[in-house]
């Protein structure tokens, strides 16, 4: 199920434009990520204890508006692909007071291990993990 | 012509996985923005003088290897698109001890009011800017 | 009155050494200190409308233990000097889990006018906040 | 013997003030200790390849003068304090086009085990090391 974070734009995130510069969005993407990570009863920390880690492979975003100091935002996330290997997700980020989205944007990443960096399958690393993580997917695709 | 940016990796743009965050990357295209308009002969401080912003609209990145602390990287950028209400670069980051590729990227940006953030039309604006624009952007798109 | 905020720890923060970098704690002190202000019914916002800004003057921290990846802290702020001119205050970031202390530090603050940066007298500019600062930074010094 | 770093102001270094964040000269802070420790023969990564590290203790800085975007500014360290289990730098930062001093400050550091960060002897696990620095420090005091 998509899982929405709520942030307040800090003022060293914003730039001489006066608007909260653009490569501050990939870094709200990653809360969402993992808030929703935590909102399904895990967590990166736990990924990392068991070996795995999920570097970002790709990654895109379209602004449409931007935020500025002390805007409330919200970043709502979603899985778009899931396989033992790979996973992807999409993001809305609104300002909460007037519900303008401002940025949408996708992620893809690679499960992979700690210590070499190798791809790894993650439904034998952590099948319990990956199995809610598809039954999560499902439901986020077909939202 | 293409050009390139030379950067020295910075601890601080380093994460718990030991490597370069991957939202680190978005602001070593812009350096190489800034460089390649200055190499030639203008320069962001010269737009906004003149009442022009550039703002991103539009960024995508693929992940192949990551940088590393100290790592000496080269950004290489060059014009893809130009009209006299958007311009679009693409990037190339390689590890200058072994030529791997680490990133290669897009950017897309509107020419827009500094003031008021409108749309405008930057041939009208500084024509003379655009003219050199458009001639490095007609050897770049033969590259 | 003292305040608290509280803040979960971004991946980004962290560095290769796996704990936050240095220069993120500066960046929590002023989260720390924009909440303070609204606790008492203000925000920068306000402020740069009325044409003030309160730009840092001098800062200061000491590094007792590192704060790690997804720790939750809380950054408690008082102020510790008030003058029409200027403002102190003083931190202490703590790790909710165990309430270690992992930072202590102080900020200086000049008020200037915004559109100049030359100093101001901010009793005489916002009367009304300045005089609920100073109700407040009483209380804090009492503490 | 005092070594300085040039920097170009990035883009997203600067704030809604449309001046560079305060928390961004610590990281220049850093970069200019690393190339200081270069200058003399060394490195950070030669460093931590020999199981040592070197947090950051303690922190200050004075801000004179704001730096703008694509400023070019200089950043000079030198040694205040050299021990077997501590050392000390001060720095200045100044904009090169009118040698005005924007910032001065001084950072403390142990050295530490990089897996237990636990302090150690540095003079006894890089004796060589040691002794350059205590040469440099010598100098940079006298200067």
């Known amino acids: 199920m998509a899982n929405t ?14 608007v909260v510069h653009h490569a501050v969005y990939p870094v709200w993407f990653e809360m969402a990520r993992t808030d929703y990570i935590k909102a ?9 204890e068991n070996g795995v880690m999920l570097p970002v492979t790709g990654l895109s975003l379209k602004y449409k508006r931007p935020a500025k100091y002390d805007d409330d935002v919200s970043v ?22 007037n519900n303008e989205i401002l940025v949408v944007g996708e992620s893809a990443h690679a499960f992979v291990d700690a210590s070499t960096f ?4 993650f439904k034998k690393a952590m099948p319990e993990f990956f199995s809610v993580l598809e039954r999560e997917a499902q439901k986020d695709i077909q939202e």
């Open 118 to 121: 190798a791809p790894l399958n």
């Open 76 to 97: 709502t996330v979603r899985i778009t692909r899931l396989t033992p290997a790979r996973i992807e997700f999409a993001y809305t980020i609104t300002r909460c007071s």
């Open 40 to 48: 399904i009863g895990y967590s990166y920390s736990r990924m990392e």
């Open 5 to 18: 974070t709520k942030i307040n734009v800090r003022y060293n995130e914003t730039d001489a434009m006066g």
